[in-house]
């Protein structure tokens, strides 16, 4: 069986099969949520790594290098924040092909501490090789209180909602990928939305310190994590898609494809979390960007969402999300 046969979700399971579960039990989580989380005397450790590779993740046809520092490093606190915890250090491994400008690997790093800045993270090292085509892959530590988000704690009952809006980076990447242009004011947010991300770190502080449980960042697309979340917790979803917060500019520049975005566009680096009705509304009036409830979590076959219109009909939806060896590129 090759890989594009299995995919990447199942050759997670499998690869998490074989190396078992963690023998210190100092280990919180292991593989299979966001991050990783481990306890020390100190305090709880929080851990992630991401890699983005040239033609497979991005193309230098539609993003700076400068872009590419910003996005790379966005990515790994998102996860970060999907834990509820607060990045710290970070650590830049590079993959290079021999003909690469000097003057781009230098916009990546001021892209990367663009970012870092802002998120207070420190660099503090990494790797570097000769490479067919770039590859930047990053690894994050981070620390966390000791209630941790997880994936695995959503209840029959629970009201699933989502912080900002959905399918602004997919119509972005839309718009680029098919040389679009719209007004100045769209265009850029669309760009801004697609090639930086600004990952919820103080939201999933608030979530974590509000009782909410169950959480994760929005990265494949709405229905595929939600099924992620789903499964960790042998529960099913139902969602209304009428609910789900779609920003006007995208309304405006995909009025026939936004609600595919919002669904299966992925990378949208929002939070995505469930809790009961009373913590919802709690949370709503502590986080920093809005909060919208989309569904609710049911007793099920693990990992199902159901999609519903404003009617209350199922509706069909045959998208689910990206999945690495099987999603085109």
Known sequence: MKVWELGEFAL???IAGIVGKPSSNDIILGMG?????????????????????????????????RDLGWKALAINISDIAAMGGKPSYALVSLGLPPETEVDSVAELYRGLMEI?????????????????????????LGKASENILTRSAALPGDQIAVSGYLGQAAAGLKMLKSGLEFDPETSAFLREAHLRPCPRVAEGQVLAQNGVKAAMDLSDGLVSDLAHIGKASHVAARVWVHRLPIH?????????????????GGEDYE???????????????????????????LSG??????LYDE????????????EHFRSPG
């Open 301 to 306: 076959e693990p990992g199902q969402v159901t």
């Open 248 to 264: 006007p500019l995208v309304n405006a520049a995909f009025p026939e494809e936004s609600l595919g975005l919002a669904l299966s």
């Open 33 to 65: 949520d966001d991050a990783s989380a481990w306890r020390t005397e100190a305090s709880i450790q929080i851990g992630t790594t991401d890699i983005l590779i040239q033609d497979v993740h991005f193309t230098l046809k539609t993003v700076t290098w």
């Open 12 to 14: 997670i399971e499998l």
């Open 271 to 297: 939070l995505l979390f469930t809790a009961r009705s009373d913590v919802v509304e709690r949370v709503k009036g502590l986080m920093p960007s809005p909060v919208t409830v989309i569904g609710e979590i």
């Open 311 to 322: 009617r209350g009909e199922a509706i069909e939806w045959s998208e689910s999300g990206w």
């Open 116 to 140: 870092a800045t802002k998120y207070d993270v420190d660099i503090c090292g990494g790797n570097m090789s000769s490479a067919p085509v770039a590859i930047i892959n990053l690894s994050v």
